[in-house]
């Protein structure tokens, strides 16, 4: 028996005592007082779904629904502990506190939950710790997150790695937080026995748990700097793992078994500010995305051991390098004549790397993202190439390159020649180069498949750039935050395949563009879709007045 209701108010007119199912949409208005009298009528609910509800407390009458089997308080924004009697509902098996981020504890004889199998409690950013005995619960098969305890008040109540021991039907995801307070890391980390679990696929190890943590009030930054080298040995996961995710471990030295894991898919290694080197990754069969961010003392990806280039990370197609201010090249010895290349590479990040220059070719490549860089690295990047044969200097561009995106790139004051041949540029996207000025480039014609232009926060773009006109590919063209840009070129009539033109944030521009009887209307005004600060003023070609 399930229906939908269309408030709590109407509830008290309906006879629940037979209802297995109760969903209830998120109220912002504390109804405690109604859920604890509806919950004394729903004696044979199965499955209770309460995301989102404005109550800060759990009415302590939800331990009579003993036959309940599924209970969701996800997005509770206002619940810090919830009720002992909760460990009464021994049939239970999935309970969801998703992203109730005032939750500090959970119940302290969680252990009697002895049917509980799947406990999601991924952005509960305020909870202190596990309840000990919580790895008595050997069915368990979803445990989102392990929080071990920093405070010593709760210490005698908190279970530490060794709770995991005999969790080996853990499956999914798992992150474990707060590692920077482990005081015998080789015991406790081979305590929780990662070997053993095989059917978990992600693994995340955080020991800095990161702004959204950290903007709780009652938490506080974790600013604990970490010297030490760490060594994740006796953390060994099962070889079954298809993600690793390191954050925040400072001077992390990687363990043995990392060229082991043959089956990894994903590698992030993030906030290890002390990391200096890596080991070699080149090799991993599977491996698909691979992110290094905030690595602040790493100069080189490897140091430059003899391989075998045809397996130079032969699967890699995601790889994003971010705040690595010293990194300057993929490998130290730059003495061995063999190129190294990428030869599955689709999407490239490169973010506040300035002194990046060197890296292996990228043939494959389809989206390159560069922001907060130099010239000189875009420069050199854009200058990849691939040698046909070690026989021939010939060589061709990067002719996949589909998207790239340009930001914040400070000394940039023309684009390089090398943008011009990229035949297959179907998006370009620039943005906040203050010195770059596109007035008189142009060389646009050469890029025979734009479809895409955005140009944002250009400060020095008085005017559209006079090459645009001869690109008849061009379908949509965004300009968003370009103060100096007074006007449209009487050539935007020569556009005859442009299908959208957006304007945001241009104070000028929008004056002469904002409707029908507007200065610049009649050079727009056969482009089917017009929007202008956040209003479309002509759709599918009708003007909306």
């Known amino acids: 028996m399930d229906f939908q209701i269309e408030s709590w108010e109407s509830c008290k007119l309906l006879d629940m005592t037979k209802l297995r199912t109760f969903i209830s949409w998120p ?218 995710i390191v954050y925040g471990c400072g001077r992390l030295m990687f363990p043995s078994w990392i060229s082991s894991l043959t089956n990894l898919v994903t590698l992030q290694i993030d906030d290890c500010k002390k990391c200096q080197y890596f080991p070699p990754l080149e090799q991993f069969p599977s491996l698909k995305r691979l992110m290094i961010v905030n690595l602040t003392d790493l100069e080189y990806m490897e140091s430059g051991i003899n391989f075998d280039n045809a397996l130079f990370f032969p699967s890699l197609e995601d790889l994003s390098l971010k705040n690595c201010p010293n990194l300057k090249g993929w490998r130290r010895d730059t003495s061995m004549p063999q190129l190294l290349q990428f030869h599955c590479l689709d999407y490239l990040v490169i973010r506040s790397c300035p002194n990046l220059t060197s890296m292996p070719l990228i043939p494959s490549i389809r989206k390159l993202v560069l922001k907060n860089a130099s010239k000189k690295s875009l420069e050199d990047i854009l200058k990849v190439k691939i040698a046909v044969s070690q026989s021939t200097s010939s060589s061709i561009s990067l002719s996949k390159l589909q998207i790239l995106t340009i930001e914040n790139i400070e000394d940039l004051e023309f684009l390089p020649e090398e943008l011009w041949h990229l035949p297959s540029l179907d998006l370009l996207a620039i943005e906040a180069c203050e010195k770059l000025d596109l007035s008189d480039d142009m060389q646009w014609q050469y890029l025979r498949s734009l479809r895409e232009l955005q140009l944002i926060n250009m400060n020095k773009l008085a005017s559209l750039p006079k090459g645009l006109q001869h690109v008849p590919t061009l379908h949509k063209l965004s300009i968003e935050s370009c103060h100096h840009l007074e006007s449209l070129p009487e050539w935007m009539e020569s556009l005859t395949a442009l299908q959208s033109f957006c304007i945001e944030a241009c104070p000028q521009l929008s004056e002469r563009c904002k409707n029908n009887m507007s200065a610049d209307w009649p050079k727009i005004s056969h482009i089917p879709n017009i929007c202008v600060d956040g209003r479309w003023i002509q759709e599918d070609g009708r003007y909306k007045p």
């Open 27 to 244: 109220e912002k208005q504390d109804k405690e007082v109604e859920c604890h009298e509806i919950l004394s009528r729903l004696s044979c609910v199965r499955v209770l779904i309460l995301r989102g509800m404005g109550f800060e407390r759990v009415p302590p009458s939800i331990g009579k629904l003993k036959l309940i089997r599924f209970l969701d308080l996800s997005d509770s924004k206002g619940i810090e502990i919830l009720p002992d009697s909760i460990i009464k509902l021994q049939n239970l098996q999935t309970l969801y506190l998703y992203d109730c981020e005032k939750l500090k504890q959970l119940p302290k004889h969680m252990k009697r939950l002895v049917n509980l199998r799947d406990l999601g409690i991924s952005g509960c950013v305020s909870l202190t710790h596990m309840p000990r005995g919580i790895g008595q619960l050997t069915s368990i098969q979803y445990l989102t997150t392990f929080v071990l305890a920093k405070d010593n008040g709760v210490s005698k109540h908190s279970g530490g790695l060794s709770e995991l021991r005999y969790l080996n039907n853990l499956r999914e995801d798992l992150e474990i937080l707060n590692l920077q307070y482990v005081k015998n890391p080789a015991s406790e980390f081979e305590a929780a026995n990662l070997k053993e679990k095989q059917h978990l696929q992600s693994l995340s190890l955080a020991w800095q748990l990161g702004d959204r943590y950290d903007n709780d009030s009652n938490r506080g930054p974790d600013n604990v700097e970490n010297d030490e080298e760490m060594s994740l040995e006796e953390f060994r996961p099962h070889l079954n793992l298809k993600e690793l």
